[in-house]
């Protein structure tokens, strides 16, 4: 099959009608039609699809073994993102398996397609939920108590969609076997289209992390309750959201609030509690410290200014990631080989791809996305560019596993 007769059938499911963003959220119905659909694409391409015991698909063309070349990324979406992030990499990846096999292209190296789970983290608030299980770099047990904001846990979550989430926890057997792991991945920024370049291959990510505040104030009447007696907790709330863009600029970091839950959440009352959340980014560990630091110590100072009590923690944290020299250096040569051009780029975006990496040699691909835009509806990439990913990741498949 074609890239975008693919893409047509994968592009409607978990699409939400009234925005035209993604709202494919793990172990909802959403995610199962989309986990459906590519074991259906898969097995009709002669692979043998399974999930492992964290719920992330495999699909074996040829036999399963040790030295395999693993290619995939994420089904899931954040609320209303754009229908590129993680899709492109899985939908390529059957993509370039049909490129190959129209060539009678057989690897002589195991090959996977991987889909992995709530890559987003936007149901249990926890970023490569997957592959951070797969790893180890999550405790199962702590995992399985992640609650969604309905109180639902991933435990309840998974049980309820057939799997057993008592089997959660890291395979080092499966990781031990991948020689290695190539993400391709629609660009989040702005780098290749100045380059005019279709395809780029990445350098490495930017250490981030996500922090909760909670703010805890008295509810109260919008009306009766005197300025000076209320403990309004959106008020150290929306200065946090001040002070966080400050300190980012400052830093050379970037400090986002995007979620924020208000309670009661009513018109007419001062709300009894803020909930918020923080993503900050920055090129090295230290700045992000800093960065956190700064934002912590002014939200503390403007809650009690406010006689709001706070309690911030960090709920995910990921590590500077520098993706294995020899492999991308051997894409390189591969894609320069095949008259594909692919500058090397950094990105401040999280990746399974980047969590695999401490324990396998990864790489990523990206393809270029003209505005920039990600995690919203707008995210786009021209078909044309999807075409040139395909071709990438199929020549890199070929060398990778092919003869040697
Ligand atoms: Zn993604």
């Known amino acids: ?16 009608p009234g925005t035209g963003g993604y709202r494919r959220y793990s172990w909802t119905p959403a995610d199962a039609a989309c986990r459906a659909w590519f074991t259906r694409q898969a097995e009709h391409r002669g692979l043998a699809v399974e999930s492992d015991n964290n719920g992330n698909l495999w699909a074996w063309w040829g036999r ?60 249990f608030g926890v970023a490569c939920l997957g592959s951070r299980l797969l790893t180890g770099t999550i405790d199962a047990a702590a995992a399985r108590a992640l609650a969604d904001d309905a109180g639902t846990t991933l435990a309840e979550a998974m049980a309820a969609a057939g799997h057993d989430p008592a089997r959660l926890g890291p395979r080092d057997d499966l990781l031990d076997g991948i020689a290695a792991f190539v993400e391709l991945h ?41 300025l000076a007696d209320r403990h309004d907790p959106m008020l150290p709330y929306a200065s946090t959201v001040l002070a966080a863009r400050q300190a980012a600029a400052d830093s050379g970091a970037v400090a986002t609030i995007g979620k924020v839950i208000a309670e009661p959440n009513g018109t007419n009352a ?6 918020a959340w ?17 934002i912590r110590s002014a939200s503390e100072r403007f809650s009690r200014e406010h006689g ?21 250096d051997r894409m390189a040569a591969a894609l320069a080989a095949a008259g594909l051009a692919a ?8 990746h399974d791809a980047g969590i695999l990496s401490a324990r396998v040699p990864a790489a990523m691909l990206f393809v270029r996305n003209p505005t920039g835009i990600s995690h919203s509806p707008a995210e786009h990439a021209e078909l044309a560019d999807c075409e040139a990913g395909v071709r990438a990741l199929a020549t890199v498949l070929a060398d990778l596993a092919g003869p040697t």
């Not at 923080?278 to 700064?294: F, N, S």
């Not at 500058?343 to 999280?350: D, R």
């Open 1 to 16: 099959m074609t890239f975008d007769s693919l893409w047509r059938e994968l592009e409607p499911l978990g699409r939400d």
């Open 64 to 123: 399963k073994g040790p030295g395999a070349i693993v290619t995939g990324s994420h089904l899931d979406s954040v609320p209303d993102g754009g229908g590129f992030d993680g899709a492109l990499g899985v939908v390529t990846a059957l993509a370039a398996v049909d490129l190959l096999q129209a060539k009678s292209f057989y690897p002589e190296r195991p090959v996977a397609l991987a889909a992995f789970t709530e890559e987003e983290g936007a149901r």
């Open 186 to 226: 629609v660009e989040q920024g702005r780098a290749l289209d100045p380059m005019g370049a279709a395809i780029g291959l990445g350098d490495g990510i930017w250490p981030h992390g996500r922090w909760r505040l909670d703010f805890q104030g008295r509810a109260d009447h919008a009306g009766t309750a005197r």
């Open 270 to 275: 001062v709300p009894s509690a803020v909930r």
């Open 278 to 294: 923080l993503d900050v980014r920055a090129p090295d560990a230290g700045t992000v410290e800093k960065t956190v630091t700064t």
């Open 308 to 328: 709001v009590a706070l309690s911030m923690r960090q709920e995910s944290y990921t590590p500077l990631v520098r993706f294995d020299e020899p492999l991308r």
């Open 343 to 350: 500058p090397v780029l950094p990105t401040a975006a999280g």
